[in-house]
């Protein structure tokens, strides 16, 4: 195989308790690449549509990650990358992260696979650093893998796969105005009191035990941040009228995406989510801002080869 085809999905990260550790994989967007063998050594960037985005392969989220896979596998030939880009970067739904994880995951099919997703992830988290100024695989670990996911830990990384229940259905807005991951961390106090961390890795630790056990009902008592929340929300306009909207038409609970704008919210069944979406949507038109809103299902694939 010389060519391969593929959609790299948008992620939600923290989830609302989980910051830089939760992540889950979205089914309804995502961007397309292309990634080719190429007989001369190295690795280019020949074509970026959908988004004004460097061709500089240093300078490029995907070019950052594709180096650091190159650098470690030295192969005898060379790859080009096409990026269709369709999710808008700082939109707060890992858009870098596709890009990042969507190169390195090209090449190593490309290559026989010899690469787990871990390293996979490993090799992702360069070009991630490069837009967010931090390493986290909160996004890349989601959209390599599928489902929710659980960074562990980043030194020595491991990723933890946690089980999805079957009807649950994210809904996601998107205002349309830009939240620079980088400033979004800024910030965040460095140190936060013992009584908000107490209640936050109870929720991380009632949130996980929901996810296995399919408990809705204490999936949606553990979509609650108090750390973060309190101070990022304040970047985002109508976020108290999103929440609460979405919360009176039965979603299980409601967040930031990742550094935001976006703003998801969990629901059981898809009816629910359909339900939500409209109530969300309603509730927001009262603002200026313009807005993208979808439902989708959680993407249990991750990257995936089309054709
Ligand atoms: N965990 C990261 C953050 C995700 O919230 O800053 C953003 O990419």
Redesign the pocket.
């Known amino acids: 195989m010389n060519e391969i085809k593929l959609f790299s999905p948008a992620t939600v990260?923290?989830v609302s308790c989980g910051?830089?550790v939760l992540g889950f994989c979205l089914e309804a967007i995502g961007d397309e690449m292309v990634i080719r063998k190429t007989a001369n050594k190295g690795v280019k960037i020949t074509k970026i549509e959908g988004y004004d985005l460097p061709f500089e392969v240093k300078k490029n989220v995907a070019g950052v990650s594709a180096l650091a896979l190159y650098e470690a596998a030295n192969p005898d030939f060379g790859f080009e990358i096409e990026i269709y880009k369709k999710i808008k970067p700082g939109s707060?739904v890992?858009s870098?992260?596709a890009s990042a994880a969507g190169s390195v995951y090209g090449m190593n099919v490309l290559l026989g696979s010899p690469y787990t997703p871990l390293e996979l992830t490993s090799f992702a988290i360069k070009g991630?650093a490069l837009a967010?100024k931090?390493e986290?695989a909160?996004?890349i670990a989601p959209a390599l893998y599928g489902g929710f996911t659980l960074v562990k830990s980043l030194e020595p990384l491991e990723i933890l796969q946690i089980p999805t229940p079957d009807d649950l259905f994210a809904v996601v807005i998107h205002p349309q105005i830009e939240i620079k991951?980088a400033d979004?961390?800024k910030i965040l106090p460095k140190e936060i009191p013992l009584k908000n961390a107490i209640t936050q890795w109870s929720n991380v630790g009632s949130l996980i035990h929901g996810l296995h056990t399919n408990d809705y009902e204490l999936i949606s008592r553990s979509l609650e941040d108090v750390v973060?929340e309190p101070f990022?929300s304040q970047l985002i306009p109508g976020f108290e009228s999103i929440k609460k909207a979405a919360l009176e038409y039965g979603a299980l609970g409601t967040g930031?995406s990742?550094?935001g704008p976006s703003v998801f919210s969990l629901c059981k069944s898809q009816t629910t989510a359909i339900k939500v979406e409209k109530a969300i949507r309603k509730a927001y038109s009262k603002y200026t801002i313009p807005f993208e809103i979808y439902v989708s299902k959680i993407n249990m694939d991750g990257i995936k080869k089309l054709n």
């Open positions: 990260a923290n910051f830089d707060g890992g870098s992260s991630e967010s931090s986290h909160d996004n991951t979004a961390r973060v990022r930031i990742g550094s």
